[in-house]
């Protein structure tokens, strides 16, 4: 990270959901290096501890609530849980998601739905009530989305990951536009397949298939965490300033590879 200048997001809150593992883990060390005070919440408390302790280990400063995205009461309470303790929220990461695979002749309605929830609904959920606040306070702000490229182009054995991930693109450009007035940004990131925690346990599962996409990336090799963050960073930061709806793919290539016949 040290292509961005030492205390860029000084005096500034960056609220992560699922900030206690894979790219939520990777965003929360980085911003946290660059001065921010950061907030991450998800549903296990263990996880986000121990991003909260390391943050606080490397001379930042971190706090944590529980939260499930679907669930929007406890979305609203912690929200005004976060005004109440660190005056509101400058930056939020929309990256809590969910993912399984399973061709979509066996995938149940709920199954289907579960992933809808996590990403999209919760996605929505969020930026409603951090935008509320924004709006009423005419305050500036920044979200970012953690998208997908498999929004694009189909999305063969997530299609509730797909479907939610195009519902998160078209959300990202609606709320851009309807926000823009007060100054409230909204882009989004779409990593290509990217090993973490929760990917390596229910997606890349089988080498085989790990050697065979990443055989087709242009640039050899899947998206890194640390890609992520360069991205997220530079979108919440005032390089970005004149940046709003846009949606980059971050994928080495990797959504193209269609085009080399
Ligand atoms: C280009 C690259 C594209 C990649 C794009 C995106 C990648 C990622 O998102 S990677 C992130 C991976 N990380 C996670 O998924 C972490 C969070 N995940 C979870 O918590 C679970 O996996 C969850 C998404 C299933 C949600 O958990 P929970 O709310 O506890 O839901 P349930 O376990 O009750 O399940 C609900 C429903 O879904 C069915 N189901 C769950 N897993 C599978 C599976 N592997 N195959 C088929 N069906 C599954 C489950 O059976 C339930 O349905 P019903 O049985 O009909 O009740
Ligand atoms: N890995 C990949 O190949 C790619 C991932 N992405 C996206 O990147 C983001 C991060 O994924 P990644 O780091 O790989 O995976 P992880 O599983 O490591 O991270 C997902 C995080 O989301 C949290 N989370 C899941 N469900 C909920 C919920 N209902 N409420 C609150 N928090 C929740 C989890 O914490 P907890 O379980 O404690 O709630 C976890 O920390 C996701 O949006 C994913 O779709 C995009 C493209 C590719």
Same mark, same amino acid.
């Given at each position: 990270?040290?292509?961005?200048?030492?205390?860029?997001?000084?005096?500034?809150?960056?609220?992560?959901?699922?900030?206690?593992?894979?790219?939520?883990?990777?965003?929360?060390?980085?911003?946290?290096?660059?001065?921010?005070?950061?907030?991450?919440?998800?549903?296990?408390?263990?996880?986000?501890?121990?991003?909260?302790?390391?943050?606080?280990?490397?001379?930042?400063?971190?706090?944590?609530?529980?939260?499930?995205?679907?669930?929007?009461?406890?979305?609203?309470?912690? +929200?005004?849980?976060? %005004?109440? *303790?660190? #005056?509101?929220?400058?930056?939020? &990461? $929309?990256?809590?998601?969910? /993912?399984?695979?399973?061709?979509?002749?066996?995938?149940?309605?709920?199954?289907?739905?579960?992933?809808?929830?996590?990403?999209?609904?919760?996605?929505?959920?969020?930026?409603?009530? +951090?935008?509320?606040? %924004?709006? *009423?306070? #005419?305050?500036?702000?920044?979200? &970012? $989305?953690?998208?997908?490229? /498999?929004?694009?182009?189909?999305?063969?054995?997530?299609?509730?990951?797909?479907?939610?991930?195009?519902?998160?693109?078209?959300?990202?450009?609606?709320?851009?536009?309807?926000?823009?007035?007060?100054?409230?940004?909204?882009?989004?990131?779409?990593?290509?397949?990217?090993?973490?925690?929760?990917?390596?346990?229910?997606?890349?599962?089988?080498?085989?298939?790990?050697?065979?996409?990443?055989?087709?990336?242009?640039?050899?090799?899947?998206?890194?965490?640390?890609?992520?963050?360069?991205?997220?960073?530079?979108?919440?930061?005032?390089?970005?300033?004149?940046?709003?709806?846009?949606?980059?793919?971050?994928?080495?290539?990797?959504?193209?590879?269609?085009?080399?016949?």
């Amino acid at each position: 990270m040290n292509v961005f200048q030492a205390g860029l997001f000084e005096g500034k809150v960056v609220l992560i959901t699922g900030g206690g593992t894979g790219i939520g883990r990777a965003l929360a060390l980085a911003f946290g290096e660059l001065g921010a005070m950061v907030v991450i919440a998800a549903r296990r408390e263990g996880p986000l501890s121990g991003v909260v302790k390391t943050i606080e280990d490397r001379g930042g400063r971190a706090c944590m609530y529980t939260l499930d995205v679907r669930d929007e009461a406890r979305v609203e309470e912690v +929200v005004r849980g976060i %005004w109440q *303790d660190v #005056g509101g929220v400058d930056v939020l &990461v $929309n990256n809590a998601g969910g /993912n399984f695979m399973s061709p979509a002749v066996a995938m149940s309605a709920h199954g289907f739905r579960t992933v809808l929830d996590i990403n999209l609904v919760g996605t929505f959920l969020m930026s409603q009530a +951090v935008g509320r606040r %924004w709006l *009423d306070e #005419g305050r500036e702000g920044s979200i &970012v $989305n953690i998208s997908a490229t /498999n929004a694009e182009y189909g999305s063969p054995l997530m299609a509730h990951s797909g479907a939610s991930k195009a519902g998160i693109n078209n959300l990202t450009q609606t709320l851009a536009v309807e926000w823009g007035g007060t100054g409230v940004r909204v882009n989004a990131v779409l990593p290509g397949p990217v090993r973490t925690e929760g990917s390596d346990e229910r997606l890349w599962t089988d080498a085989a298939l790990v050697e065979r996409v990443e055989e087709g990336i242009p640039l050899g090799r899947f998206t890194t965490p640390r890609d992520v963050v360069g991205v997220v960073v530079f979108l919440a930061s005032e390089a970005g300033a004149f940046l709003t709806g846009s949606l980059i793919a971050l994928d080495g290539g990797e959504r193209l590879r269609s085009l080399i016949f």
